[in-house]
């Protein structure tokens, strides 16, 4: 069955605090492996696609890296307002389009 | 703003109801997407539609069905409704059938059933 783990859970940081992310994965085949960010009440928000293991993606603080087996999402001297829950999905090669959410990452950067 | 509009906001309603969610989405997008978002099962997926055709099927339950709208827009309905249906419930939308990730989503309706 195909299956996406986040960990940690929660992570508390300091503002400046570089850290990161961590998903990963079981599927029979990966199409894709995507992150989105979520802001409590609100819908979840596109951050990135990786198609094939060690592809990389950057968007400002944030970089996405993937391996076969799993996904980082780095965060560089992060600030208050990267305080959100981020999520990784990922979509199998098959007959449909359904794609997996893990239950994600709570980030809350300190002032 | 995603560009993905979803009707109503809020709803509270009583058990053994049916209710019906509205989900409108981007200019151009020709899926529509469902998902259900509860605080112990995170974001689960529940049925896929692409200009008017079912594409995917995911956790839906028999009680909910779904349809797309021949000038896209796409509705929810949930009957019989149970406790446990208490749950954010979000439409995205996508440009292709593959969604490649990119999917948008709306702000979400939340539904309370007491």
């Known amino acids: 069955e195909d299956q996406v783990t986040q960990s940690p859970e929660a992570l508390r940081l300091q503002e400046g605090e570089s850290s990161s992310l961590n998903c990963s994965y079981t599927?029979?085949?990966?199409?894709?492996l995507f992150w989105y960010r979520q802001d409590p009440g609100k819908g979840p928000e596109f951050l990135f696609t990786l198609y094939s293991a060690g592809e990389e993606k950057e968007k400002e603080r944030l970089k996405a890296t993937l391996t076969k087996k799993e996904s980082f999402l780095h965060i560089t001297a992060p600030k208050p307002e990267d305080s959100a829950t981020y999520l990784c999905?990922?979509?199998?090669?098959?007959?449909?389009?359904?794609?997996?959410f893990g239950k994600g990452t709570r980030l809350h950067i300190l002032p | 703003d995603s560009g993905v509009t979803q009707t109503p906001k809020h709803l509270i309603t009583a058990t053994g109801q049916r209710v019906t969610l509205r989900c409108s989405p981007r200019?151009?997008?020709?899926?529509v997407y469902w998902y259900q978002q509860s605080l112990d099962q995170g974001l689960q997926f529940l049925i896929q539609?692409?200009?008017?055709?079912?594409?995917a099927k995911g956790n839906i339950l028999e009680r909910f069905s779904a349809q797309q709208f021949p000038d896209l827009h796409s509705e929810l309905n949930l009957s019989s409704l149970e406790l446990g249906d208490s749950a954010l419930y979000f439409c995205?939308?996508?440009?292709?059938?593959?969604?490649?990730?990119?999917?948008?989503f709306g702000p979400g309706t939340r539904l309370t059933v007491t």
């Open positions: 200019s151009g997008d020709l899926s």
């Open positions: 599927v029979s085949g990966l199409r894709g």
């Open positions: 539609y692409y200009n008017g055709e079912e594409r």
């Open positions: 995205a939308s996508s440009v292709g059938t593959s969604g490649r990730g990119e999917q948008y």
């Open positions: 999905a990922v979509q199998a090669v098959g007959g449909d389009d359904k794609i997996i």
